[in-house]
């Protein structure tokens, strides 16, 4: 699994759990994720994916800890994929998830229907969902009220089924697929990281030609 950042560590025997750095300094989607597997295996594709949203503020290994799911021995199989919840609007909170998906699952090659998204941010509704280009990009996702103990939807929604693409497994490019989607993926990291320092050259020439003419103005006087 490639992280584009670095692997962080959090506990030399616990490799269950590890968090990593999503894209570059600077970029809108530069944050902390973490990733649990109940087997300590985090490379395998062909498996399901849940994406966790925690509440408002809390970090990936908050929600993490207070996650309802990932101890369930119904998912034993799955990656948990834990993202920060940074707050704001609802756009602010789902603005990087499709590229966190597309990276981890590889451009989605197996197709999304054992990939889902678990919400406990109560504050988000499906029309949040919509509004942010998110919904097409899982097969089931479950709103998770927390102080509900009853978590049937969420294990009936999360049932793995049937992969695309299972012949993926004997492609003899599949290497050369990896290495080409890498490098689609740092591709739009760099072009957005581009703009962000388009934007912020902008501002401080905004900034400085302000401050000119207050300058010239105080002279005048």
């Not at 968090?19 to 490379?43: K, L, M, N």
């Not at 799955?78 to 756009?91: D, R």
């Not at 990291?189 to 030609?209: A, R, S």
Request: proline share 3%; hydrophobic share 35%.
């Amino acid at each position: 699994m490639i992280a584009l950042g670095f692997e962080k560590t959090v506990s030399a025997q616990d490799f269950k759990y590890k968090e990593y750095i999503f894209s570059t300094p600077g970029s809108a989607c530069h944050f902390v994720y973490s990733c649990y597997s109940q087997t300590s295996d985090h490379t395998n594709l062909k498996r399901p994916f849940v994406f966790v949203l925690g509440k408002p503020g809390q970090t990936s290994l908050e929600a993490y800890k207070s996650d309802k799911l990932n101890s369930l021995p119904e998912f034993s199989n799955y990656l948990f994929v834990y993202m920060p919840n940074k707050g704001g609007s609802a756009g602010n909170k789902l603005l990087c998830v499709n590229g966190l998906v597309s990276l981890l699952s590889w451009n989605i090659s197996y197709g999304n229907k054992n990939i889902f998204l678990s919400v406990y941010d109560t504050t988000l509704t499906e029309a949040d969902i919509i509004a942010a280009g998110v919904k097409n990009t899982f097969g089931s996702i479950q709103f998770i009220k927390p102080e509900v103990l009853n978590l049937t939807n969420a294990t009936e929604g999360f049932k793995e089924t049937a992969y695309e693409n299972d012949d993926a497994d004997g492609n003899e490019n599949l290497g050369t697929f990896y290495y080409e989607e890498e490098k689609k993926v740092k591709k739009l990291i760099t072009n957005e990281l581009k703009m962000v320092n388009e934007w912020e050259d902008e501002l401080l020439f905004e900034e400085d030609k302000s401050t000119s003419q207050t300058e010239t103005m105080i002279a005048v006087l």
